[in-house]
């Protein structure tokens, strides 16, 4: 390994982004080496990763699994660690260079948070850390001088785009969605919806939470929660635009009125590879957009009255305060739910607004009030559902 190598921790290898970056990375070998590894609970793929890519440690999430990792990796040099602290103790290490903080939900803020102490640059693929404590997270990482690149394709965008107008104010940003596999759909239909239907995304491949949270449009609110404090703006400056063939990533608006666009063929691997070489582009052999096939780019406004999660989330967004983490918690819970057939696709919206109402609003909530919040939100939803 060269001094110039580029030591990366994957906090979430075994999900769909984390796999994606052992591909970047094994395509790159010159430019990346893998330092960390951590999965919850998937321990025969985190097993795998390790055998393969030798890196310094392994975390495993579940504590009951410590021991299988542990003995299949017993005639390596690979430093086993098991449990949520853990996760938080190693992101504080100085063994790395940056971490690709790719843990799904809430789970993944305490770990982000610690690497930032530590003045680890963030590659976030975790919406989630931004939705439930943005304030506090953005004054951590400037505090730390910590540059966080996002991972996101449409956050990605907007980041791309404002690369060299640091100086130029901006007007709004557009986060462009696909409209997921139930675009133009209504309630009659969705109350239908079971879980293999809407595990299929017409364009991206993703984990099942995510997928989820695409097909209700709860994703797209989640974003505009997160692009609020990634690029430090006010809620109406804020736009969603429905984009089904997902070419254009996202759009940003100046004062002047000009329009900067990044576009590319719907492949995660691609902000992936752009986060965790920045500032460099690298040279890749993804496929490339032609023109020449793209004729038709559409653009819509969403349905609110019908995917009535993006309403719940922009309330959130504008409301401020404990209220984003309330709504994030009870998603969590009534995906999961929903996963397992437990309600239905137009319940998991119920679980949510009934959670935003009994957990009490705090308007300047602290760390502590944010972690209590989750929890009272993830006990009300759990309630409704009866789990």
Known sequence: MNSSTKRIAIFGSTGSIGKQALDVIEANPDKFSVEILTANANADLLIDQALKYQPNIVVIGDEQKYEAVKGALSKTDIKVFAGEKALEEVASMDCYDLMLAAIVGYAGLK?????????????????????????????????????????????????????????????????????????????????????????????????????IDSATLMNKGLEMIEARWLF???????????????????????????IKAQMGLPDMKLPIQYAM?????????????????????????????????????????????????????ANEIAVYAFLRN?????????????????VPFIDKPNLEDYFESDGEARSYAADMIKL
């Open 111 to 211: 770990p982000t948070l610690n690497a930032i102490h530590a003045g680890k640059p963030i590659a976030l693929a975790n919406k989630e850390t931004l939705v439930v404590a943005g304030d506090i997270v953005m004054r951590t990482a400037v505090e730390k001088r910590v540059p966080i690149i996002p991972v996101d394709s449409e956050h990605s965008a907007i980041f791309q785009c404002l690369v060299g107008e640091l100086r130029n104010p901006i007007e709004k940003v557009i986060l462009t969605a696909s409209g997921g596999p139930f675009f133009g759909k209504k309630p009659n239909f969705l109350v239908n919806v079971r879980r293999e239907h809407a595990l299929q995304h017409p364009n991206w491949s993703m984990g099942a939470k995510i997928t």
């Open 232 to 258: 430090n703006l006010k809620p109406q400056q804020i736009e969603i635009v429905v984009h089904p063939q997902s070419i254009i990533h996202s759009m940003v608006q100046f004062e002047d009125g000009s």
């Open 277 to 329: 070489a920045f500032p460099r582009r690298i040279h890749n052999d993804f496929p490339r957009a032609d023109f020449k096939k793209l004729r038709n780019l559409t653009f819509d406004e969403p349905d609110f009255r019908t995917f009535r999660n993006l309403t719940l989330a922009v309330e959130a967004l504008n409301k401020g305060g404990n209220l984003p983490c309330v709504l994030n918690a």
């Open 342 to 358: 437990r309600i239905g696709f137009l319940d998991m919206t119920d679980v949510i607004e009934y959670a935003m109402q009994k």
